[in-house]
């Protein structure tokens, strides 16, 4: 079974940062685009960011300019760097596959004014 791991959330005060992570298997990190999806308390759920394969990058132009998708191949793993964090970014974040309809378990991220 397919599985992609999330760590790195956390509770910081708006200004700060945090790095989330996914891991996956090589074979479907080297393979497919991955991304990130976020969801607020009574809120739909809504991209983020996604990286290709080959690392083409497309990100939400609500955290362009703040926030870095990136990916390392020799760890297999996918980072979303959040600079500059406001109290709107708090959600539980998920890393995603969407090719093959793989969710990370999601991972908490509070900003507090």
């Known amino acids: 079974q397919v599985q992609a791991v999330e760590s790195g959330g956390g509770l910081v005060q708006a200004g700060e940062s945090l790095r989330l992570s996914c891991a996956t298997a090589?074979?479907?990190?080297?393979?497919?685009?991955m991304g990130w999806h976020r969801q607020a308390p009574g809120k739909e759920r809504e991209l983020v960011a996604m990286i290709s394969s080959g690392g083409s990058v497309n990100v939400a132009p609500s955290v362009k300019g703040r926030f870095t998708i990136s990916r390392d191949n020799a760890k297999n793993t996918m980072y979303l760097q959040m600079n500059s964090l406001k109290p709107e970014d708090t959600a539980v974040y998920y890393c995603n596959i969407p090719r093959i309809n793989v969710w990370g378990q999601g991972t908490q991220v509070t900003v507090s004014s």
């Open positions: 090589e074979f479907i990190f080297r393979s497919f685009e």
